[in-house]
């Protein structure tokens, strides 16, 4: 239960950090 609430946290806040980290370069 722990990997599925953990999982569902992590890809929506790795996401938003792939955004901040590449929309600079565009």
């Known amino acids: 239960m722990f990997s599925h609430l953990y999982a569902l946290f992590v890809y929506p806040f ?9 929309f600079p370069v565009f």
């Open 14 to 22: 790795s996401y938003i950090v792939v955004l901040i980290v590449t």
